[in-house]
């Protein structure tokens, strides 16, 4: 039994295909399946359920599955203590208001301390990058909202003030209560359920709904009168170029907690642990 085996195991587990898995390790398909195979004849236990959709771990699959990612935790922390490698690769993920406002003086923070790390940033909604971290795609990410998973850790950073913005002199939205259209990014984005809540709250319809996933789209199209969105008030005051009316949300909402998130079983590489070392200052 190889490490090549235990990587090619949870690759397929991950991908619920050995042609996927194939493909993302770069290998022939023969030589997926053989892997497994070895590892089935190692454990006298069949390990994954074949179906024609996809494949997924048995019960003792699911066991092996989670001593793997310890062990390949451990691996990739050996090869960053004691092979002591220069330059580390270190994943992190953010929502899109993030990445655009806070993101770059913690990154800016973080090289003057590292110069070394390589530094990998993925933009995304809060489900999607939960999902990330889980599959151990992400070392960590920047989200928004309260994140109740118990595999996961929470670092309190700051809060974020809410605000609606429309087109500049557009007519009160809490006044005349009209059916709006709505600018948003995608679903699993915290922000996009928050809005929709406040929308219910207030009694205002949703006329229409535009999905964007690039804050400047959304800025853009706000501007030029296509529809409202919900954003934290940083970015105006990052985007002082942006000339839009603005409503600040109603007290019984809260302003929303900005967090940074990882695995709890995320032993930390050291580039890992200077990251959190200068978020918890």
């Known amino acids: ?7 090619t195991f949870k690759t397929v587990c991950d991908m619920k295909s050995f042609t996927k898995a194939a493909v993302e390790l770069n290998y022939v398909q023969s030589n997926v399946t053989a892997k497994i195979k070895r590892l089935e004849k190692h454990y006298d236990a069949q390990l994954l359920y074949r179906d024609k959709k996809e494949i997924t771990p048995t019960a003792k699959g699911q ?10 935790s ?4 050996a090869e960053a203590d004691i092979v002591k490698v220069k330059q580390s690769t270190l994943k992190i993920g953010s929502i899109e208001t993030i990445a655009a406002t806070r993101l770059p ?3 800016e923070t973080f090289r003057k301390a590292d110069n070394n790390t390589k530094l990998n940033v993925t933009t995304g909604s809060t489900k999607q990058l939960i999902e990330y971290i889980k599959a151990r795609n992400l070392d960590g990410a920047f989200l928004s909202g309260e994140v109740n998973e118990k595999e996961l850790i929470q670092v309190p950073l700051y809060v974020e003030k809410m605000i609606v913005i429309s087109q500049k002199g557009s007519e009160d939205l809490l006044q005349t209560n009209l059916p709006q ?7 699993g984005c915290f922000y996009r359920s928050y809005f929709e809540h ?5 009694h205002i319809a949703i006329q229409s709904v535009m999905t964007l996933n690039t804050l400047d789209g959304i800025l853009g199209c706000v ?7 919900m954003l934290p008030l940083s970015v105006l005051h990052n985007r002082p170029d942006i000339d839009v009316d603005f409503y600040e949300i109603n007290e019984i909402f809260e302003d929303v907690p900005i967090s940074f998130v990882y695995r709890k079983d995320n032993i930390g590489t050291p580039a890992f642990l200077q990251l959190l070392a200068i978020l918890q200052k």
């Open 181 to 187: 259209s709505i600018i948003v990014f995608e679903q």
């Open 198 to 202: 406040w929308l219910d709250y207030n």
């Open 74 to 77: 451990l691996v990739a922390k």
């Open 105 to 107: 003086e913690i990154l």
């Open 1 to 7: 039994m190889q490490i090549e085996d235990l990587k």
């Open 223 to 229: 501007k030029a009168g296509i529809g409202i969105a």
């Open 63 to 72: 066991v092996l599955l989670t001593y793997i990612n310890d062990i390949l």
